[in-house]
C-alpha cells in the first residue's frame, strides 16, 4: 500500500513514533468516498442533524462523562527495559498461542477456550492472577513484565496562556453531540425520536499501537446518536429490515462454546435477543452499510457483549466485527446507552438534558394534609425508596411528594426504621392522586402549589442508540471478491485491487491508444466531460502498451477505463471504449454518453450487465491509424 500511495508512514524522515500514519493520494481519495457515502447512507436518508464539535475539549466535559476517571486500559512493563504492552492484547496472543500449539494438555487448551471471551471483561486483579498463572513473559525479548496497572488513554494539554483550564484531545465524537442535545433538541422542534450525528479525528494515547491502521493514536470516526423515548423504542421502519438475515454471535453461545447463528433481525427482536427495534433496525441499516463498501459477508458477524464487558447503564450492545489477517475486529459498536451520558452531564451542569411530550389530556391533582398515622401503600413504599435514591423508575397509582424537612428526616434516621415502618412517623405528606402511567416526581416535584391544578406534559428521560465507526482503510475486510491476485489470460499473474466503484480513489481512467497529439482535443473534451458530471478520473498518456497501462489503473482499483482510439477519430459522432475492471470486458458507446454511464454505474442505477446488454461488445478496433 506504500508504493501505491494509499497509506505511509508518518514523519518517515524522523523515526521513532509509532502509532500515526499518513494518507497519500489514493489513500485520502478513497477515505473521502468511504465519508460521502456514510454521509449519504446515514445522514441524508435517515434525516439525521449533523454537528461538527471542537476535538479539543474543557476538562469538565470529559470529567462529567467518565473518561477523565475510567477512560483507561491496563499495561504491563517489562522489567529491563522498560517496553510497554496492553495487558489484555498480551493474555489474548499468549492464550492463543497455547491453543493452537500441539503439545500443550488438552484441559489447559479448554481453560484457555473458556477464558478467551471474558479477557474484554477482566478486572486488574484478574489479569495480575492470569499473568502470573499462565508465566506470560514480554513478546519481545522474553524478559519478566510488570503487575498490570492502569493507563489514561487521553491526550491532555491546557487552554490558554496561563494554562488554568485543562483540556483534552476528545478520545470520541459522542460527547460533542450529547453536550449540544438541547439545541438539537430545539432544532427538531422538540420532537423525539432523532437522531444527531458526527464527523471527525479522535485521539487516543495507544499503550503498543500495532496491527497497522487497527489500533493507531489518530484516527476519524463516524457517530451516531439515535434519541428516543424509553417508553417507545419501536421504529417506523423497521419492518423494511424485518427479514434481513444476520450472523449473530449471542453472548449466552460464547460462554456456552457454541458458534454464531443466523436469523432474521425480526426473529432476534421478537426473542429479545436484540432488546428493541431501533436497536435492530440499526443493526440492520449497519449490514448494509458495511455490504455496500465491500465487506465479504462470509467474514462478517454482530457479537453481543457479554456482561463483564457491558456498561451497567447499557441495556443491550453488538460489536459488527470483521474477520481479518489480526483475527475478529471490531468495526462498529451499536448500544442502546439508555439515558446514562445526559443524565450525566445534567447532573454537573444543573441543565436539563430531558424532551418533554404532551399528555393526552391534563391531569389533575389536589393536595390533603395528613396528620398523625399515615395510611400507606406498596407504590408509596416503593416511590419513597425512589425519592430517596434517586431512581427514575417509579410505578403508578399513587405518588407521595414529601416536603424538604421530611426528606431530610428520613435520610438521617431510616437505618432506624425497618421495612416501611418509618412511612408512619412522617407528617405533612402530600396525597397526589396520578391518572397518567409513568410519571416520575421530576415532572411534578416543581409544579405544585397549595391549591392544586393540573400538568399538560411530562419530562421523559431520554434514552440514545450510539453507533460509532472507525472510518479507516483495511483491505483484509474490503474484499467483495477475496482473492486480491487472480490468475488472468496466457497463464500471467496480475495483480489488481477489487474495490467497490462506490469508495475507489478514481472512477475510470482516461487512455489514448497513443501518445498520438490527434488524441488531445478528444482527452481534453472527455476530461471536461468527466468534471462536469463529478466524476474523479486519471489521464494516463503516458506511453507503453495499452495493456501495461490497464494493469497501472487495475492496481489502483479504478473500476473503469476509457480508451480513445483510431476508431475515435473516424467516428461521427466519436465513438470510444468502455472497460470493466474486474471482467475486463469492453462496450464501444458514444463518448458523450460515457460521463452518464459511468455516474449511473457509480451510483447501483445500473449495472454492468445492464450495459452489456444495452451497448456492442468490443472485439477490437478496425483503423490502425
Known sequence: MLCLCFVLSESYLFVGVSGLYDFGPMGCAMKSNLIQLWRKFFILEEQMLEVEAAMLTPSKVLKASGHVDR???????????????????????????????KKTPEDVKEEAKKMMPMIDGMSQNDMKEAIIKYDI???????????????????STSIGPTGQHKGFLRPETAQGIFVNFKRLLAFNAGKLPF???????????????????????????AEIEHFCDPNDKSHPKFAGVSDLKL?????????DGKPMQSMTIAEAVSSKLVANETLGYFMARIYLFLLKVGINPSKFRFRQHLSNEMAHYACDCWDAELKTSYGWIECVGCADRSCYDLTQHTEATGVKLVADRKLPEPISFYKQIVSGVVRTCTSCVHLFYCLLYRSSRTEHCILSILTSNDILHCMTYRHLYPGDHYLRTIFNIFV??????????????????DSGGSIGKRYARTDMIAIPYGVTIDFDTLQAKPPTVTLRERDTMKQFISLPASIAPYKCSVLPITNNVEFNDYIKQLSESLTLNDISHRIDDSGGSIGKRYARTDMIAIPYGVTIDFDTLQAKPPTVTLRERDTMKQVRAKMEEIPQIVKDLVDGRRSWDDILKQYPIFEGQESTK
Not at 510497554?84 to 497455547?98: S, T, V, W
Not at 450472523?247 to 460462554?255: G, K, T, V
Open 195 to 221: 437522531a444527531g450525528a458526527q464527523i471527525g479525528n479522535a485521539f487516543r494515547n495507544e499503550i503498543s499501537p500495532r496491527s497497522g491502521l487497527l489500533r493507531v493514536r489518530e484516527f476519524t470516526m
Open 137 to 155: 513473559k514480554s513478546p519481545v525479548k522474553g524478559n519478566d513484565i510488570s503487575e498490570p496497572k492502569e493507563f489514561n488513554l487521553m491526550f
Open 432 to 449: 397526589i392522586s396520578i391518572i397518567a402511567e409513568s410519571l416520575t416526581l421530576n415532572d411534578i416535584s416543581h409544579r405544585i402549589d
Open 247 to 255: 450472523s449473530l454471535y449471542s453472548a449466552c453461545n460464547q460462554m
Open 71 to 101: 477512560f483507561q486500559d491496563y499495561m504491563v512493563e517489562d522489567l529491563k527495559n522498560g517496553e510497554c504492552f496492553r495487558a489484555d492484547h498480551l493474555i489474548e496472543a499468549h492464550l492463543e498461542k497455547l491453543i493452537a500449539d
